[in-house]
C-alpha cells in the first residue's frame, strides 16, 4: 500500500506561536488528502479534506483562518495551525485514499503528529 | 444523525477469540472499515466491507449485514499485540468516513 509520512512526529510549543505539519505521501499521487485530530481516549475527527491546487474543504467546526491547509503537489500537503493555543494539544493526522470513488476506499494514513501547545 | 456505536472496552484472554460488534446509523452507506490503533500511533487498515457476509483475513474476519446495519470483527488465536483500539468506520452516501469511537481491546495472559 501506499507510504506516508508526517513530519514532525511531535512538537511543543508556546501559546501563541504557529506550527506546520507536513504530510507526503512517497508512492502515491494524491489529488485528495484527509486531515484528522484525535484528542484522546477519542474517535479520529475529521477536520478537512486537502484538494491539490484548490482550497481546501473543511469540515463544520473547524476554523479555516486556524487551520491553514496547503496542497500545492501531488505528494505534499501541509497543515499550519496558527496562534495555537493549548486546547489545539492533538494527535493530528493525515490520511490519502480515493475516498472520492467507488473503490475499496482504503486509506492510508501517515504516523501522526502530536501536537502539545504550552 | 448519523452515529456508529462499539463497546467501549472488551477483556479477553490470550489464545482466545474474541468478538467486536458495531452498529451504525448513516445517511446512505458505501462500506464499512476496520482499522487497528495502538496507543499513540495513527490507524492501520484491517478490513473492508461492502456487500453481506464474512471475510476472512487470517486471524482477523468481519462481517457485515447491511439490513442490520450491524458488522463484527472476529480475532482468532489473540496474542499480546492484538492489545489495541479497534475502530469502525461507515463510508456514508457522501463518501465521507463515519468513525467510531473505538474498542479498547485488552489481552490477558
Known amino acids: 500500500g501506499a507510504v506516508v509520512s508526517q513530519h514532525p512526529s511531535w512538537v511543543i510549543c508556546k501559546s501563541g506561536t504557529s506550527v506546520k505539519i507536513e504530510c507526503r505521501s512517497l508512492?502515491?499521487?494524491?489529488?485528495?488528502m484527509f486531515w484528522y485530530r484525535q484528542f484522546p481516549k477519542q474517535s479520529l475527527m475529521l477536520m478537512a479534506t486537502s484538494n491539490e491546487g484548490s482550497k481546501a474543504t473543511y469540515e463544520q467546526g473547524v476554523e479555516k483562518d486556524k487551520f491553514l491547509i496547503n496542497h500545492a503537489s501531488l505528494t505534499l500537503s501541509t497543515l499550519t495551525v496558527t496562534s495555537a493555543h493549548p486546547e489545539d494539544s492533538s494527535f493530528y493526522i493525515c490520511?490519502?485514499?480515493?475516498?472520492?470513488?467507488?473503490?475499496?476506499?482504503?486509506?492510508?494514513f501517515g504516523p501522526g503528529t502530536r501536537l502539545t501547545v504550552l | 444523525g448519523q452515529n456508529i456505536d462499539q463497546p467501549t472496552e472488551m477483556t479477553a484472554t490470550e489464545g482466545a477469540i474474541v468478538q467486536i460488534n458495531c452498529t451504525y446509523q448513516t445517511s446512505g452507506f458505501n462500506g464499512l472499515f476496520w482499522y487497528q490503533q495502538h496507543a499513540g500511533e495513527a490507524p492501520t487498515f484491517l478490513s473492508y466491507n461492502v456487500l453481506d457476509g464474512l471475510e476472512e483475513k487470517g486471524r482477523f474476519s468481519s462481517f457485515l449485514s447491511r439490513s442490520k446495519g450491524y458488522s463484527y470483527l472476529l480475532l482468532k488465536e489473540l496474542q499480546m499485540k492484538d492489545s489495541a483500539s479497534y475502530l469502525c468506520a461507515v463510508r456514508d452516501s457522501n463518501y465521507q468516513l463515519i468513525w467510531g469511537a473505538g474498542t479498547k481491546l485488552i489481552i490477558k495472559p
Open positions: 490520511s490519502l485514499g480515493p475516498a472520492g470513488s467507488p473503490g475499496s476506499g482504503t486509506q492510508y
Open positions: 508512492d502515491f499521487q494524491a489529488t485528495t
